[in-house]
């Protein structure tokens, strides 16, 4: 489906603006009349604002007034769920981070609560930061494990203990905005692919490495969801010769041997798993600890991290088989471990097996996961909106809704390191 007019015209300002009125029409196609229109729309709605006056190039003497996207008027809300950390954070219509804040894991990972706690530290942010509560769009929630997108439902993550968990109703209650939910590693390889270091990729595949591992497949500029939307379901894929129990109940997964649980548990921190249960929250402390260790110069603690990422480059090796990707990111707490990282690029070069070796592009993403979350809620609620959302928005004189006062609102993005 094309997108509806008001979508081409704020998905161009937001790839190519400040451009004027009649920059927009050559862009988008639509005649003047409707370029001018649908910007005067936007104007009274504050989705966009007038700038400098320019001379455009071939019109000598005809001056033109630039329009950009407003950053001080909408916003949209970013959750991320995982068993490493959470957060929120809050976006303006360009993509940047207004403010973020991590929330601690709860001990008992009961989903409600944990989605009514996340969604009272995102109303706290918002009213922190002097942005009305009827300014925000909507809600993106990127949440490790296999997820409906469609149900907006958690069909299954052990890592986090969901199973069948419906996410909008918790959320919805406490923002009063639409929710939209997509797994962590999707969230991430459509960031990075539109907005990241793998900008303009066709064919990506991004291996998430935390506790456990994730994995998200771009082919051909389109996702790749498969039967049940578990594709690229990475961490449970299984290796030759390997017995150990996975959290997830099944033996022999390609976490329980290059995750951040495998190597806390090569190192004896924690107890080998004799049943399906998820992460406990004390692991991720553990392992923010054991990494510091090994980037100070503990010698044990880097060799464990080394062989882990050799297991993931070996497995890596049968992806690109597959898939047959240009670039992969790696991402999550473990892709910024030197030792780790080296694991993995050994494998990933020539080696007595395989004398060639990959010739991709090999990424480490710097993206906050609740960043591309954000993000993911700005494509789903502003840029890709259909004709019918787009109708019942202006229905709703969006123009009435308060607007926060400039000097309330810092749009400067901050640093979005893990």
């Not at 109303?123 to 469609?150: F, H, M, P």
């Amino acid at each position: 489906m094309a997108k509806p007019l008001a979508a081409q015209v704020l998905s161009k300002l937001l790839s190519r603006g400040p451009l004027s009125r009649s920059q927009l029409s050559k862009l988008t196609g639509l005649n003047p009349a409707t370029v001018t229109r649908l910007t005067q729309k936007l104007l009274d709605s504050a989705f966009i604002q007038e700038g400098q006056e320019l001379i455009e190039r071939g019109q000598p003497g005809r001056r033109a007034i630039e329009l950009d996207l407003r950053t001080d008027a909408h916003f949209v809300v970013g959750i991320a769920i995982n068993a490493y950390e959470q957060s929120v954070a809050i976006a303006d219509l360009k993509g940047q981070l207004v403010a973020r804040r991590p929330v601690s894991r709860l001990s008992r990972p009961d989903p409600d609560e944990t989605l009514r706690a996340l969604g009272a530290a995102a109303l706290e942010l918002i009213a922190e930061r002097g942005i009305a509560k009827e300014s925000v769009l909507g809600c993106g929630v990127a949440c490790a494990g296999v997820v409906d997108t469609s149900a907006l439902r958690v069909l299954s993550s052990p890592d986090i203990g969901w199973f069948d968990t419906p996410v909008a109703g918790p959320l919805q209650e406490k923002l009063g905005a639409p929710v939209f939910l997509e797994t962590m590693q999707n969230a991430l390889n459509l960031t990075e692919c539109s907005f990241g270091q793998a900008a303009g990729a066709q064919n990506a595949f991004l291996v998430s490495i935390q506790l456990g591992i994730g994995a998200s497949l771009i082919l051909d500029g389109r996702l790749i969801r498969g039967g049940r939307s578990a594709a690229a379901t990475f961490g449970h894929m299984p290796v030759a010769g390997v017995e150990e129990l996975c959290n997830c109940g099944r033996r022999g997964c390609l976490t329980t041997i290059a995750s951040g649980y495998a190597v806390l548990r090569s190192l004896g921190l924690v107890d080998r798993y004799r049943a399906p249960q998820p992460h406990d929250p004390a692991y991720a402390t553990l392992l923010t600890s054991t990494l510091h260790a090994a980037e100070a110069g503990d010698r044990d603690l880097s060799a464990a991290l080394g062989q882990a990422g050799q297991n993931l480059g070996r497995s890596l090796k049968a992806a690109i088989a597959l898939a047959a990707p240009d670039v992969i990111t790696l991402s999550g707490p473990l892709a910024h471990s030197s030792a780790y990282l080296g694991g993995v690029k050994r494998m990933l070069g020539p080696t007595s097996h395989d004398p060639f070796g990959w010739e991709g592009t090999l990424y480490v993403s710097d993206t906050d996961l609740s960043a591309a979350a954000a993000r993911l809620a700005l494509e789903r609620f502003v840029y890709r909106q259909d004709d019918q959302a787009w109708q019942e928005r202006e229905e709703t004189e969006i123009s009435a809704l308060p607007i926060p006062s400039q000097n309330l609102v810092t749009t400067q993005a901050p640093s979005e390191g893990n």
